[in-house]
Nanobody, 117 residues
Framework: QVQPVESGGGLVQAGGSLRLSCAAS????????MGWYRQAPGKQRELVAI????????NYADSVKGRFTISRDNAKNMVYLQMNAMKPEDTAVYYC??????????WGQGTQVTVSS
């Protein structure tokens, strides 16, 4: 069971960068896949980045590919999301959790990311 706490959000100008952190109370090493999700106002939650906790393999949504990088530190039970070349459409509340989302037992409050144009 993973209980995530997200941090690192904020206000950034278009083209800027942010690094999000996720502290998981459970052992992420026991979870096959962790991911970062985001939900913009009036839109459904979408999965933007996935990492295989055992070997660090990653996958990204087309909308963030080449700009976002997901990473993990199994020893610290941490998952990170480095966001570069940010766009106004990246504005959303960002959450981390297990993948797929149906396997999640709880959700954190998320961290707000706002990109100004």
């Amino acid at each position: 069971q993973v209980q995530p706490v997200e941090s690192g959000g904020g206000l950034v100008q278009a083209g800027g960068s942010l690094r999000l952190s996720c502290a998981a109370s459970g052992s992420i090493f026991r979870v096959n896949r962790m991911g970062w999700y985001r939900q913009a106002p009036g839109k459904q939650r979408e999965l933007v980045a996935i990492i295989i906790t055992s070997d660090g393999s990653t996958n990204y949504a087309d909308s963030v590919k080449g700009r976002f990088t997901i990473s993990r530190d199994n020893a610290k039970n941490m998952v990170y999301l480095q966001m570069n070349a940010m766009k106004p459409e990246d504005t959303a509340v960002y959450y981390c959790n297990v993948v797929p989302s149906v396997a999640a037992t709880s959700w954190g409050q998320g961290t707000q990311v706002t990109v100004s144009s």
